[in-house]
């Protein structure tokens, strides 16, 4: 049997790669309450595409997917705590703080899954998002559930997490990453 590389199996179930123009682009903002059919429909097509990428690869840490990751430039990102947690619709968000203290921890990126960085982020956040309705809500998130939404928010900004890995520090292949299969560690 052919080993099939991670990224492959990432393109194979519709994920844009690392390189395409959609990536390193700033998504439209939805004008809700005006676009909320538009919104659903994105909404749906990213936990559709969540299912696919669930059904052959687990995600211990959580997984999260920016609409620009399947080839729709539009505000809108859906992150899956780990666990049994519902899952987190983001529509138009924005980080409106970010706290001091950060750690250091590996992320992958379903765009480029061949590799993992070390990428320091805020151990805490807050963001507002647009709800359906169009009211802005305000949600603060902690740990790796910050780190989650902060990777995705970067994606509908057009930023990849390697634009925030230290200098000189390169991603390393997956298959040097030893934590596969295990949940954040904080101390």
């Given at each position: 049997m052919i080993d099939v590389r991670p990224s492959q199996q990432m393109r194979d179930?519709?994920?844009?790669?690392?390189?395409?123009?959609?990536?390193?682009?700033?998504?439209?903002?939805?004008?809700?309450p005006a676009e909320r059919a538009v919104a659903e429909r994105v909404t749906d097509?990213?936990?559709?595409?969540?299912?696919?990428?669930?059904?052959?690869?687990?995600?211990?840490?959580?997984?999260?997917?920016?609409?620009?990751?399947?080839?729709?430039?539009?505000?809108?990102?859906?992150?899956?705590?780990?666990?049994?947690?519902?899952?987190?619709?983001?529509?138009?968000?924005?980080?409106?703080?970010?706290?001091?203290?950060?750690?250091?921890?590996?992320?992958?990126?379903?765009?480029?899954?061949?590799?993992?960085?070390?990428?320091?982020?805020?151990?805490?956040?807050?963001?507002?998002?647009?709800?359906?309705?169009?009211?802005?809500?305000?949600?603060?998130?902690?740990?790796?559930?910050?780190?989650?939404?902060?990777?995705?928010?970067?994606?509908?900004?057009?930023l990849l997490y390697t634009a925030r890995m230290w200098t000189g520090i390169e991603?390393?292949?997956?298959?040097?990453?030893?934590?596969?299969?295990?949940?954040?560690?904080?101390?």
């Amino acid at each position: 049997m052919i080993d099939v590389r991670p990224s492959q199996q990432m393109r194979d179930l519709g994920v844009v790669q690392r390189g395409a123009g959609i990536l390193a682009e700033p998504a439209r903002a939805f004008d809700l309450p005006a676009e909320r059919a538009v919104a659903e429909r994105v909404t749906d097509e990213l936990f559709a595409a969540m299912e696919r990428i669930g059904q052959v690869h687990p995600f211990a840490k959580g997984m999260g997917l920016a609409a620009a990751q399947i080839g729709i430039a539009r505000s809108a990102a859906v992150v899956q705590p780990p666990g049994d947690a519902p899952a987190i619709v983001l529509l138009n968000p924005r980080i409106t703080t970010s706290f001091d203290e950060t750690d250091d921890q590996y992320e992958g990126c379903l765009s480029f899954f061949d590799v993992c960085g070390l990428v320091p982020r805020p151990l805490k956040i807050t963001i507002g998002t647009t709800a359906l309705t169009g009211e802005t809500v305000t949600t603060e998130y902690e740990r790796g559930l910050a780190r989650l939404i902060h990777h995705e928010i970067d994606h509908l900004y057009g930023l990849l997490y390697t634009a925030r890995m230290w200098t000189g520090i390169e991603p390393i292949p997956v298959e040097q990453y030893r934590q596969t299969g295990q949940a954040w560690a904080y101390e």
